[in-house]
């Protein structure tokens, strides 16, 4: 049966491959009538570029965002405005700021600067999160993810014995790639575990309002749960408007309590004079309210949707329940997971690369690019069109069982 199903695998494999596909699955990258869909953006403020206080936004100022820019996105981030700075249009970039400055001078409540610093890093999870630290020379440790968020019982015994260790890293809605949500549960005991002075939770909050249902599952707030446990600083909040607008140009934010914002603002008042408060108007204008995001967040899902739809459509009809592989089957987000057989992934990876289709490569969703296991891709549906994802995904379930079949 075996050799049967290896034949009738490797003839659909060579029929695909003759095809001659170039199908590129690597990021999450919105496609074509997603950026459609925010281009009001480009005329909005027609000759109009003075904020509600009077600025006008083409000059130098405002470091930490225009104040309606602010009271929209502490409410996108679940947070007060005094909590919140609005800048530029990468998160990323607030984020690798924070690590650096920690690295050169520490963070409030603590003593000294984040030399022969450790991260904790739930794994599978975000491969820029990871190349941060590796850039900066931070030693990560891997966590185990579950379907609640990271394993908290290790997390708890990490950080309790070792304070060294001063940050961990969370996608914590719709988590890059398996799609989690956090529990209330798993929230309350990152706010009042045993930890060092000045640990820090990087809650990357990057798709709060990429739903792909009409009833989204909520995520407790940290920020208050922290102060609720006496540790207001632990927790940096970061957001950006990078999949909800346009991707090159959206507004980026961080968020935390106030003595931490204080002192973000402080390191950067050195490095700049002040954001493009032009791109943060237009948002404002363009979005209004928080009832204006969520309504274009639902134009948003009923592009992606079908394409998630397709992914997991495929792979139930050519996998199932073979054993061959599992995946996730997230109600928001970017990515659909997939666990191969250990020892499979890289040379599906390697298999449909040589067919046409690009997959990110085996092993990014983990620190320094290394699955221990060897097992996990992740699939980006945005970009491609949905007859892309289909055969696309033909080649991949393809793969993915001619490989566990082996040679």
């Not at 001078?105 to 794994?123: I, N, T």
């Amino acid at each position: 049966m075996s050799t049967s199903n290896r034949e009738q695998l490797d003839k659909r494999y060579n029929e695909i491959k003759a095809r001659g596909l170039s199908l590129d699955m690597t990021r999450g990258k919105p496609c074509g009538p997603q950026l459609d869909l925010s281009s009001g953006l480009l005329d909005c403020l027609g000759r109009d570029f003075k904020a509600a206080d009077g600025t006008d936004c083409r000059n130098y100022g405002v470091l930490d965002g225009l104040p309606e820019a602010k009271k929209l996105f502490a409410e996108f981030l679940e947070v007060t405005p005094a909590e919140i700075i609005v800048a530029g249009n990468s998160s990323l970039a607030l984020m690798h700021d924070s690590v650096a400055q920690a690295v050169l001078r520490g963070v409030p409540g603590g003593s000294q600067p984040w030399h022969g610093a450790k991260f904790l890093c739930p794994s599978p999870g975000y491969d820029r999160h990871f190349a941060v630290c590796e850039h900066l020379g931070i030693e990560m440790i891997n966590v185990r993810m579950t379907e609640e968020g990271p394993d908290m019982d290790e997390v708890e015994r990490l950080t309790s014995g070792d304070e060294s260790i001063k940050g961990i890293w969370c996608v914590p809605k719709y988590s890059n790639p398996t799609g989690v949500v956090f529990s209330d549960a798993v929230v309350d005991r990152l706010a009042r575990m045993k930890a060092a002075p000045d640990f820090r939770v990087f809650w990357d909050n990057a798709y709060t309002v990429h739903h792909l249902t009409d009833r989204p599952r909520p995520l407790k707030n940290l920020l208050s749960a922290c102060k609720e446990a006496g540790n207001a600083d632990r927790v940096l909040i970061f957001g950006s408007t990078s999949k909800v607008s346009f991707a090159g140009a959206g507004v980026a934010m961080m968020a935390g309590s106030e003595a931490n914002v204080a002192y973000t603002k402080q390191n950067m008042s050195l490095q700049t004079i002040g954001p493009d408060k032009v791109n943060q108007l237009r948002h404002v204008r363009f979005f209004r309210d928080m009832a204006g995001i969520e309504a274009h967040m639902k134009k948003h899902a009923a592009i992606l949707k079908p394409k998630f739809d397709a992914v997991t459509a495929i792979l139930d009809r050519e996998i199932g329940d073979s054993g061959a592989a599992t995946w996730t089957r997230p109600a928001g987000g970017y990515f659909i997971s997939v666990d191969t057989k250990d020892g499979c992934a890289k040379a599906v990876v390697k298999m449909a690369a040589e067919a046409g289709a690009k997959l990110t490569s085996a092993g990014a969703t983990f620190p320094h690019g290394k699955d221990p296991r060897d097992r996990n891709i992740r699939i980006a549906p945005s970009m491609p069109s949905q007859a892309e994802i289909e055969q696309a995904m033909e080649l991949v379930a393809i793969c993915i069982q001619r490989v566990a079949l082996g040679s």
